[in-house]
Structures are given as structure tokens and as C-alpha cells.
């Protein structure tokens, strides 16, 4: 494996919402700091997302865990931004199937996102709401990966916050990561211990700031991707963090010695 590099990292605080290019990260055991720590919740505490209402990406959420005040910006101007305080626990769900506790949180976001979704939504935070857990603390794809997709579809380019990945490499040949999986990576200060491929859904087909459907990402992974994998239309991978720290872009990405 020939030494690549760090050349975008993606986060938001509020799961769903538009992901924000960040010079760096501080990874941990549950993922980058600050990072889908939020997500919402109908009224049978539900997992409401971006596949079920694709104009939460037009939303930009952040977090500051050290004075724990949450900031979301909405097209129309609209800032609401307060110290957040936790309310009732709960246990939500995924569909029928149960997804993590979390606890309500209290304050104007109710009424702010009810009124943006048209709908009514509830936001809780969770020490993680990345899909996999610890498995699936942080996630990678290369920038050849989304050239060759790009390439496959037709199109100049393909921007990587489609596949809501936190960290995107280069120096590798299109789809190299697939090798890295049930390998150890250093990237940066961290270790990361891959364990699978991501697979894809619906919402790679949206556009990733204005939520609607422009891009046939699935039918154009299904007609030239031919990897074996337990997760459909494989696009990426995902690790366990074996040893935290910072993460930059520019950092160097290579096995772990």
C-alpha cells in the first residue's frame, strides 16, 4: 500500500443534516467529537433522516462539546442557537426494530425543526448516532473511488458528501480501501481497525445541500461494481478506532506498523 493523504473530512452534529467540511477531527471510541451526537424522533420515537425528509440537508448543524451549545442554520436565515439541556430519556427506534437511548432535548428545537420538516420532530442527543456504533466510528472512501463513479455515471464529478463519509484519502487507486478491510490504518494520530464495507441506500441519490434526487448512484454502483460483501451496493468502509487522537487534512494514511 503506497502512502496516501488526508484530503477531506466531513461532520455534522445533527444526524441528517448537510455535512460541513472541517480541517480536523479528534476521533475517539464513538467517532469524531461533536459529530451526529443529535438526531430526531417522531412521535413513536422513530429515526427521522434525510432519506425520509432529504431538505434536512439544507440545514447546517453544529456543536461545541465544550460549551455544549448547538447551532442550527436554516436556508431562510433563521438561527436558533442555545446551551443545551437534557430532558427525559427515551428509547427510540429504526422502523419496528429498536436503534440506540438517547435523551430528549429541551428548548426551541422542537418547534423550529417541526416547522422546517412540516411535521412533528423531536431532537435527542445519544453518546452516538452512527449506524454501527463502535464498529462504525469512522468511516473512509478515496477520492479515486468517487472519480470512478463519476466517471461510470457520466457526469465531471461526484461530491463525496453524497455518501456521508468522515474522512476522504488520496494517493490510492479507485476502490483500493476495499483491501483495508480486517486491517489497521493509521491516519493521523489515530488507528483505525476496518471492519466492513459500507453499504448504500437511497440517500446517495440527493443532491447533498439541497436534499432532491439527481444522481442514479445506486443503479450506476449496481451495473459496475462486482464486490463480495455481506452489505448491498458496497461504496466504502468503515473501522473501529483502535487508538484515538487528532486527524488532519494533509495527514498521511498508511498501515499501521
Not at 10 to 19: Q, S
Not at 154 to 176: K, N, P, Q, T, Y
Amino acid at each position: 500500500m503506497s502512502t496516501s493523504r488526508v484530503t477531506g473530512l466531513a461532520m455534522t452534529a445533527v444526524k441528517g443534516t448537510r455535512l460541513r467540511q472541517v480541517d480536523s477531527i479528534t476521533l475517539g471510541a464513538t467517532g469524531a467529537a461533536g459529530d451526529r451526537r443529535f438526531f430526531l424522533i417522531d412521535e413513536r420515537d422513530r429515526l427521522i433522516n434525510a432519506i425520509l425528509i432529504g431538505e434536512l440537508q439544507r440545514i447546517i448543524a453544529t456543536f461545541d462539546e465544550h460549551s455544549r451549545r448547538l447551532r442550527l442554520e436554516f436556508p431562510d436565515g433563521t438561527v436558533v442557537e442555545e446551551v443545551i439541556e437534557l430532558g427525559a430519556s427515551v428509547a427510540t427506534r429504526r422502523g419496528s426494530k429498536e436503534f440506540r437511548a438517547a435523551h430528549e432535548v429541551t428548548g426551541p428545537w422542537q418547534e423550529a425543526l417541526s416547522a422546517w420538516a412540516d411535521r412533528p420532530v423531536r431532537l435527542v442527543q445519544t453518546e452516538s448516532a452512527i449506524d454501527r456504533g463502535a464498529r462504525g466510528a469512522a468511516t473512509l472512501i478515496s477520492r479515486a473511488s468517487l472519480d470512478r463513479l463519476a466517471q461510470e455515471a457520466g457526469v465531471e464529478s461526484v461530491d463525496g458528501r453524497r455518501f456521508r463519509m468522515l474522512i476522504e484519502i488520496d494517493g490510492v487507486a479507485a476502490h483500493a480501501e476495499d483491501d483495508w478491510v480486517g486491517k489497521s490504518i493509521q491516519v493521523g494520530e489515530s488507528v483505525i481497525h476496518f471492519e466492513g464495507h459500507v453499504g448504500r441506500c437511497k440517500i446517495t441519490t440527493l443532491d447533498p445541500e439541497q436534499g432532491k434526487a439527481n444522481l442514479p448512484t445506486l443503479e450506476v454502483l449496481r451495473r459496475y461494481r462486482e464486490l463480495p460483501s455481506i452489505e448491498p451496493i458496497p461504496f466504502g468502509i468503515f473501522g473501529r478506532v483502535l487508538q484515538g487522537g487528532t486527524v488532519r487534512i494533509g495527514d498521511s494514511v498508511r498501515p499501521n506498523e
